[in-house]
Each structure stands twice: as structure tokens, then as C-alpha cells.
């Protein structure tokens, strides 16, 4: 089966950087990803980690080590909007295409 | 626009009442997904569909049932609703490609509520 496990909740001010760890366990590794959602919105995706090491893009890098079984997000420059729940998911097992969420990380950003 | 539509937004319906969920992607994805997400936010997969063909099928309730008529549509049907099925049901969508976990597109959602 599979576990994954984020922080529920996390605060951090407007201008400053934030790190959302994820961890976990799962037969089969196909690679992590991780998604924003706001309220009462659709998740939209956000990175991609198959291999070891940081994927950058713009504010947003992902970290990403198998062998702990072990990720990061990590936020730079947070804006007012950046405040939304951040979901790790782990695509592994047998099943073709199927993503196993975390029960996300409620990011809120204070002026 | 190009994107993963659904209907309806809301329902609101009864228990023991038959409801369906429509999804389309024009997106010429080949891949499509229903996920139920429950009050505490917990994103889970029902059902995949690979070109019309059922490749997920988690342990769900057998009063749900998918349909995909073609690779642009795949609907979700539930029968005699119970409270525990009250939850917002995502429809997504991913492209063909050498690698199969390629990043999902997510419709709007539809909250469903059963009274």
C-alpha cells in the first residue's frame, strides 16, 4: 500500500519562504508530484520529481530523494495568493496513472 | 476553451435517489480519472479510464458506475445516494506520452450533497 504524510496546516508571512515536507512509503515509485488547491477550486499541478534532486521553477522547487522517501516544496517570495492547500502525491504501485494523494497542507500567507 | 468541463456544479438531492455526474475534456487526452475529495480533503481515486478502457477501479461502492462512451467523456453514475457519499467528485484528465504519470488537469468540481 501507500502512506503519505504532510504537515495539515502551515503560517508564514507575505515576502518570506516556506518548505512543505512530504514523506513516504509506497510499493512502486513512479515519481512525486505535488498540486495547489485553492478553496473551493480544482487542484493544479505544480511540479514533478521522478529522480533525485531540485526541479526549479520560478518561486517554486521541488526537492525530491527516493531513497528517504522524501520530498519538499519550497516557496519563495510568498504572496497573498500563494495561500491555498499544497498536495504531495505519489504515483507508484501497479495501477497505470494512479496518483495517491497526501491529505494536503493548508498553507496561509499573513501580510 | 480548452479544458475539463463538468455538470452539474451543485447537486443537491435525497437519499435513495439515482444522480449523474457528466465530464468532458477537449484537451485530446487519452486518460480520464473521477476522484472523490471528502470534508477532510483527502483527494482519492475512484476510476480511471484509459481510451473507453476501465484501467482503475479502486474499492468503491458498486452503486457507483462509470461510463466512458468515448475518449472525451467519461460519466459517473451513483445509485441510491447515502449520506456518506456527500463530497465534491473532481474529474480529471491526462495526456498519452512515454511516461504514464504525466500531470493530471482537474475540472471544477462538483459538490454533491445528500440530504
Known amino acids: 500500500g501507500q502512506n503519505i504524510d504532510q504537515p495539515t496546516e502551515m503560517t508564514a508571512t507575505e515576502g518570506a519562504i516556506v518548505q512543505i515536507n512530504c514523506t513516504y512509503q509506497?510499493?512502486?515509485?513512479?515519481?512525486l508530484f505535488w498540486y495547489q488547491q485553492h478553496a473551493g477550486e480544482a487542484p493544479t499541478f505544480l511540479s514533478y520529481?521522478?529522480?533525485?534532486g531540485l526541479e526549479e521553477k520560478g518561486r517554486f522547487s521541488s526537492f525530491l530523494s527516493r531513497s528517504k522517501g522524501y520530498s519538499y516544496l519550497l516557496l519563495k517570495e510568498l504572496q497573498m495568493k500563494d495561500s491555498a492547500s499544497y498536495l504531495c502525491?505519489?504515483?507508484?504501485?501497479?495501477?497505470?496513472?494512479?496518483?495517491?494523494f497526501g491529505q494536503g497542507t493548508i498553507l496561509t500567507v499573513h501580510p | 476553451d480548452t479544458a475539463v468541463s463538468q455538470t452539474p456544479k451543485y447537486l443537491v438531492t435525497q437519499m435513495g435517489n439515482d444522480k449523474s455526474i457528466k465530464c468532458e475534456q477537449n484537451?485530446?487526452?487519452?486518460?480520464m480519472y473521477w476522484y472523490k475529495q471528502d470534508s477532510k480533503k483527502f483527494l482519492k481515486i475512484m476510476f480511471s479510464?484509459?481510451?473507453?478502457?476501465?484501467?482503475i477501479n479502486e474499492t468503491v461502492p458498486n452503486r457507483f458506475s462509470p461510463k466512458s462512451p468515448d475518449k472525451a467523456h467519461l460519466n459517473l453514475h451513483i445509485n441510491s445516494l447515502e449520506l456518506g457519499d456527500s463530497a465534491v467528485y473532481f474529474c480529471?484528465?491526462?495526456?498519452?506520452?512515454?511516461?504514464?504519470?504525466?500531470?493530471?488537469?482537474f475540472g471544477p468540481g462538483t459538490r454533491l450533497t445528500v440530504t
Open positions: 520529481n521522478v529522480l533525485d
Open positions: 502525491a505519489v504515483a507508484g504501485g501497479t495501477s497505470y496513472g494512479k496518483l495517491t
Open positions: 509506497t510499493s512502486g515509485f513512479n515519481g
Open positions: 479510464y484509459n481510451n473507453k478502457e476501465l484501467i
Open positions: 480529471a484528465s491526462s495526456p498519452p506520452g512515454a511516461i504514464p504519470y504525466s500531470e493530471q488537469y
Open positions: 484537451l485530446g487526452h487519452d486518460t
